[in-house]
């Protein structure tokens, strides 16, 4: 609860009470304070301070920050003698949803903090994995340029596989536009609004399939047909959230230029977002894809001339 002065924090505080005891609820003393907001409080791992010129932030609090620290350096240490595909994906879920829980407040600061601490983690784990090899051998063998869509060659990553480790700083902070205090679900007049305000929500789709939807201008490159048509989602949200897994589920990552099992990797280049249907359609008539049999594909597609044909010029 927020009060202009002490006087009516205590005051709220004891009317809270009052309404509770009739119900059998108390107050956790233990958890309940009374602080003044220029020294700050923290509030489910956020951190809201406010400043002399009048500005209020609110920041990852610094037990949130040693919290996931520690979680990566545990990670990383259990999977020393693994090889890197498998210490990444242990390690990217953590990254991604830490970061996408903070990503609406002030945390790009924070962000590049923890890169930092997960450079040097992932470091001393390729160091340890190589005791008798030099830095730049380390360096090159698990660092490079593997988002070609990121001008980055410090990547960690996994040559063989193709897939590397997700950056905190790669995730855009995206400020919560708040709902104006008249605007109802409910008022009819404002049904374009709020039909608006769900579009530019969560399409169910992760930031890879949605980067692929973008590109693709919201079409399957298979059939030219939209991937999630909004005008055939419910109004209700219990109902939308239905049809949005429903929706997700008859998506797929198509990799059409070189197959996955034929050595193709999963950059945007070598990969499509299509409906499931004309997947497996494809698939039955083109058995060994885009860029032919599997004995010249790889080669093909790792050449420097090479570049993905663009949409409209796909079959």
């Known amino acids: 609860m927020l009060a202009h002065t002490k006087e009516d924090a205590e005051r709220i505080r004891d009317d809270i009470r009052k309404w509770l005891k009739p119900r059998g609820l108390i ?10 907001l220029e020294d700050g409080f923290d509030f489910l791992g956020f951190t809201v301070r406010s400043f002399p010129n009048g500005s209020c932030y609110i920041k990852p609090s610094r037990d949130a920050v040693k919290r996931i620290k520690r979680r990566i350096t545990e990670i990383v240490r259990a999977h020393r003698g693994s090889n890197a595909l498998r210490l990444i994906k242990a390690l990217n879920p953590v990254l991604r949803g830490w970061a996408n829980y903070y990503r609406t ?13 997960v450079w040097k983690r992932v470091w001393w784990w390729a160091k340890r994995q190589h005791p008798k090899k030099t830095r730049k051998w380390v360096a090159r063998h698990y660092f490079g340029k593997f988002d070609p869509t990121r001008n980055d060659r410090w990547i960690f990553g996994d040559k063989p596989s193709g897939g590397f480790l997700t950056k905190m700083a ?9 709902v104006y205090y008249r605007n109802s679900p409910d008022d009819p007049a404002l049904t374009d609004y709020w039909t608006d305000r769900r579009k530019k929500g969560d399409s169910g789709l992760s930031k890879w399939q949605n980067r692929l939807a973008w590109k693709q201008q919201g079409l399957c490159t298979l059939c030219n047909q ?40 999963d950059s945007d280049a070598n990969c499509r977002l299509v409906h499931n249907t004309c997947h497996k359609e494809y698939h039955a008539t083109h058995p060994h894809g885009e860029a032919g049999p599997p004995e010249y594909a790889a080669k093909r597609f790792l050449r420097k001339d090479f570049r993905a044909t663009p949409r409209g010029d796909e079959a």
């Open 27 to 36: 107050i956790n003393e233990e958890k309940t304070s009374i602080r003044r």
């Open 105 to 117: 407040i002030v945390a790009q600061k924070t962000f590049a903090e923890i890169d930092d601490h």
């Open 170 to 178: 790669w995730i855009k902070i995206q400020r919560h536009v708040k």
């Open 226 to 265: 939209p991937l999630l048509d909004p005008a055939d989602a419910p109004d209700l949200k219990a109902e939308r959230t239905r049809w949005l897994n429903a929706a997700r589920k008859g998506l797929h990552v198509h990799h059409y230029m070189v197959f996955r099992k034929h050595g193709g990797n």
